[in-house]
């Protein structure tokens, strides 16, 4: 028999996921210090933002084209994808941008799945639904959108992309919580 290939920590998929995650605080403080009012800070926070959010999709895809799927990799971007989408739903709502019921809602059901999908490990994995895939793309597009400095009318539209997301990502909390369960009883 054959032994599996043995792939290493130190990869592109998971050089990615570690810029996401360093892409984090450098998009916060570009937040901070434009306090959702100065254009040239707005426009550094969603490049920033959007770089990270194209770094999920990137290193998931090179991981997985490339078999370079790691327990690392496997820890690490679910926790890289919470941070960057609560780090800002938390400053979107904190410069009253974004209502708090909705990045509450969010972030509740974000890290009761993450934390559901690492208790159910031991009994298989609970691959990410073409659901939770729109979920994320939503969330982005509006995030990304509500950075921008946009006039009232246009900037309202990322809002209803959030309201959108939001839906999205409650009905498939659901699903998650429906497939774990049949999961643990395997």
Not at 15 to 43: D, K, N, S, Y
Not at 97 to 115: C, D, F, Q, S
Not at 125 to 134: F, T
Request: avoid cysteine; proline fraction near 5%; aromatic fraction near 8%.
């Amino acid at each position: 028999m054959e032994a599996a290939p043995v792939i290493p920590v130190l990869n592109i998929a998971n050089a990615l996921t570690t810029l996401r995650v360093l892409l984090v605080p450098v998009f916060a403080v570009f937040v901070v210090l434009g306090e959702m009012e100065h254009a040239g800070w707005q426009i550094a926070a969603t490049v920033a933002f959007a770089v990270a959010s194209i770094t999920d999709y990137v290193d998931g895809w090179i991981a997985r084209r490339r078999n370079l799927v790691t327990s690392f990799g496997k820890v690490a971007d679910p926790i890289a994808d919470k941070a960057l989408i609560g780090t800002a739903l938390v400053l979107l709502s904190g410069y009253g941008v974004v209502p708090w019921w909705v990045t509450t809602l969010i972030l509740v059901r974000e890290i009761g799945i993450t934390a559901m999908r690492f208790l159910v490990l031991r009994h298989g994995v609970i691959p990410a639904s073409p659901g939770g895939k729109l979920k994320t793309m939503l969330q982005s597009i509006g995030i990304g959108w509500l950075l921008l400095p946009l006039p009232g009318g246009l900037h309202d539209l990322g809002l209803w992309v959030i309201y959108a997301a939001m839906v999205v990502t409650v009905v498939t909390g659901v699903d998650y919580v429906v497939r774990a369960i049949r999961l643990s009883r395997t």
